[in-house]
């Protein structure tokens, strides 16, 4: 269990610098064609992979419908409404809106999945959400704007949220380089079209370093990071695990002091603090129980 949440950690540290690469790409970049071409090089990438490891397996048509619906949602959908929000929004403020997956994530595992969302958790939730808030509003406590960046963000919470149940579900039948392999595949093959459609106009940089950061983050954070969570979701809770988001803007933050040199303030470390106490709170709830008993 915990060499599970570890592994788990390390993806949400990743997907958190993501938010700072995903500003830094968009400026050079139109949110569908940066969307495709990541999904273009991750697909290279499995499908090498899988050749490798000789994975190419069936599916039957059932697990083909859940995938072909978390190809759509859980990747395509996902990740351009995440590109197409980090035109406006602060990548820290983004962050926020995705640490309230754990709450969406958490009903939709009680639904689907009868799994247990506790006071314990709930708690733990709330704590980290105080933190991220008292983060981004640098303890002014004051209103957060709402932009239409900012409501694509909130899609993009509620795509991931749903691709964490689905993840969960398939894992117990399909291997995760299939489950990533395939949703990847059908994530970019959907998308295609709608590069002419959403990209008014489309942009795409002539220099190679932004080519060479564009692939190297497409492969570690949606190949190599994907991988690694569909790997070991199927160890813990769901709900539990999505809760491991709310330190995404606590890593966004740092990336953001290292390579957009923005700087962090006292308050932005004690919201920090709030975030990593109520996510211990949420995600050892198990362990702690245990030992009371």
Sequence with gaps: MIKAYSWLTLCVVIWGSNFVFGKMLIQYFSP??????????????????????????????IDLMLLFVLGVVGVFINQWSFFAGLQTADPTTAALILATTPILAGVLAALFLKEKFTIRMLIGS???IVGIYFVVTKGEFVAIAVDSGLLWIVVTMVTFAIMIIMTRVLSKRVSPLTITLYSNIIGFAVGVPFIAVLDHPIRVSTDLSDWTFLIVTAIVVHGISALIWNQNIRYVDASKASILSNLEPFVAMLMGLILLYKPVTKVELMGSLLIIGGVVLSTFQRNIKVRSE
């Design 32 to 61: 569908t064609m940066l969307t495709e071409l990541r999904l273009f090089f991750i697909v290279l990438f499995l499908v090498g992979l899988a050749a490798i490891k000789k994975e190419f397996r069936r599916v039957n048509k």
């Design 126 to 128: 709330v704590i980290a």
